[in-house]
Each structure stands twice: as structure tokens, then as C-alpha cells.
């Protein structure tokens, strides 16, 4: 009788999860971004909306919280109920860098989300204004070596992948630069196609377009391979800064505490939009790199990148109060 009572007991409790699962969602799901409209994380966002929409009829409105380089969202997210209807998609920075960067982030990557799944590897560019003296790697590191600190490159703040790419690159090259932080990636273009910086490393979904309507003209990708985007430029291992892959990466978590079922099923969702050919065509085109992940792997990545993005954060020696 009691193994009986116990088998009951466990099916009664999974009656919740199991009606979860079929009815979820019963409402629109907030997907929070934590950059502007027509940024890289945002673009991609509003291409997994539409194919949720269009493949299985959810509703998905896509809000773009800004401030503090994307951590203002990520902590709105984290305090969220775990019900699946409040989703966090996000670059590495919010989850990987800001918590090795700001002094008043308030939350932990590890302790306060969910994984549940990654969606993507976006190459980053280094460009130059078309009309530029400078035509390769080496003509910047001659130059930079000519006049030490009188180039710059921007980057869309202190700590910013860009940035902390940029600071590698010099690093590694044993150059100097001077870095113009800016407010945001639009700023940057800005200032670039106004000529009033040199050199900039940006995703090559915010810069292929700049490239193919001939505003620019890009120098090397920071990945190990060539994009497909742009086959015919060199990656800066090539270009003579051996070793070099530093890349950014876009995935999706949720609040802390969301049930396993859920979880499942939003990675799956996640998982078939990711590998329908239609999204996949489109972020090919911006040169982003579709990479989708279990939720368990997703969640193992994140603490290594954690840890290596930590790493680039303390050798550029920036910090944030």
C-alpha cells in the first residue's frame, strides 16, 4: 500500500510541471535586451522573436533595458519570477565581464540565472575609415610604432569587449594607443566615419553592412578563422599577431529557479529557431556564427568565460566604480 501511496504522491506532484510544459506560454514572453536597438544583441533577439513567432505562433516582445553596459537588464532578469516569461539574451559582457569589472554589479552569473542555451559566436572586426591611410595590420603597428599613443581606437566604454580586445592587441603587439571610450557602439561608428578616431574593433554584425556600402574598410577578424562575411579578410593571426582569438558570444538565461520541464522546453524552442536555415542564412549574412547548446553546456561555458574574461579584464587593468 505505501509503495503505492508514494507512486501517487510523485505523480501528483508532477501534475504542475507536466501542465507547465503544455500550456506554457499562455501570455507574451518578455525577451529583455540590455543594449539599443540595432546593436548586434538586439538585432539577433528580434530574428529568434520573429522565428518563435513564425514557427510557433509566441508572442515575444523584445525590451531593451540600457545602462551599465548591459548589467541594468541582466539584474532586472535575475530578480524576476522563474516562470519562463522574462528571458535575458545577452553577449558575454553582462555575463562574463561586467561581474569581473563593476564594483556595484548585483548579481552573480552563477548564482542568480538559469542557462538555457547559447545562440551564437559574433566575430569582431578591426576597421578603418575607407578613406584611411591605413591599409593593413602592419601599416597600424608601424605607425604605432612611428608615434607611440598617437593613434586611438574607440570602444563602447571602459571594460566592453572592444575595449578589452583592443587592449590585447597592444598587449600583444607591444604597441601603444590611446583608447576613447564612448557611450554606446552607434557612437563609435559615428566617430569613425567622421574621422575622428583611427581604428576600431567592432562585431562584424555592426560592421559588415558599413563594409559592403564601401564607409569602411576592414583590416582583420579577430577569430581563428576567416567569416564567411567577409572571406577576403585575413584573421590577425595572418595578418602577423599569431595566436590571436578573442571573439564575442551571444546566449539566453532566465531567472534563477526555473523548472527543468521549462527549461527543456525553451531550449528546444531556442534550439530549433537557431537551426531553422532561414535564421540561419540571416545571421550567416552578418557574419555570426550559429552556435546552439544544451542548457547544461551553456552553463558550463558560462563559468569558463567567467574566468577568461576576468583575466582580460584584470591584464587591461580596467575597473568601474
Request: aromatic share 8%.
Amino acid at each position: 500500500m505505501y509503495k503505492y501511496f508514494r507512486l501517487f504522491a510523485c505523480f501528483v506532484a508532477a501534475l504542475p510541471l507536466a501542465a507547465l510544459a503544455q500550456t506554457f506560454p499562455s501570455k507574451p514572453i518578455r525577451m529583455v535586451v540590455g543594449f539599443p536597438p540595432g546593436t548586434a544583441t538586439d538585432t539577433v533577439a528580434r530574428l529568434i522573436a520573429e522565428r518563435l513567432a513564425a514557427s510557433e505562433g509566441w508572442s515575444v516582445v523584445v525590451d531593451n533595458k540600457v545602462g551599465q553596459a548591459g548589467s541594468v537588464a541582466a539584474y532586472e532578469v535575475s530578480r524576476a519570477a522563474p516562470d519562463g516569461y522574462t528571458l535575458l539574451v545577452s553577449a558575454n559582457g553582462p555575463l562574463s565581464t561586467n561581474p569581473n569589472l563593476y564594483a556595484n554589479v548585483r548579481y552573480e552569473t552563477a548564482r542568480d540565472f538559469t542557462p538555457i542555451g547559447q545562440i551564437g559566436v559574433l566575430p569582431f572586426v578591426m576597421v578603418v575609415n575607407a578613406t584611411s591611410a591605413l591599409k593593413s595590420v602592419q601599416d597600424v603597428l608601424a605607425a604605432a610604432r612611428a608615434k607611440p599613443t598617437q593613434l586611438n581606437y574607440a570602444s563602447p566604454g571602459n571594460g566592453t569587449t572592444a575595449h578589452l580586445i583592443g587592449a590585447t592587441f597592444a598587449r600583444r603587439t607591444g604597441t601603444t594607443y590611446t583608447h576613447i571610450p564612448y557611450k554606446g557602439s552607434s557612437e563609435t561608428l559615428t566617430a569613425l566615419l567622421s574621422g575622428q578616431i583611427d581604428f576600431m574593433f567592432d562585431t562584424s554584425v555592426a560592421t559588415v553592412p558599413q563594409v559592403r556600402a564601401g564607409k569602411l574598410r576592414p583590416l582583420a577578424v579577430t577569430t581563428a578563422r576567416r567569416i564567411a562575411s567577409l572571406p577576403d579578410t585575413p584573421t590577425l593571426s595572418e595578418a602577423g599577431v599569431t595566436g590571436f582569438d578573442m571573439a564575442a558570444w551571444l546566449g539566453m538565461v532566465a531567472p534563477a529557479g526555473v523548472p527543468p520541464a521549462l527549461v527543456r522546453q525553451l531550449n528546444g524552442e531556442l534550439t530549433k529557431a537557431l537551426n531553422s536555415p532561414v535564421l540561419r542564412d540571416r545571421l550567416g549574412m552578418l557574419g555570426a556564427e550559429v552556435t546552439p547548446s544544451t542548457a547544461e553546456d551553456f552553463g558550463a561555458f558560462l563559468k569558463t568565460e567567467l574566468a577568461k574574461w576576468g583575466q582580460a579584464v584584470k591584464e587591461s587593468g580596467a575597473k568601474v566604480e
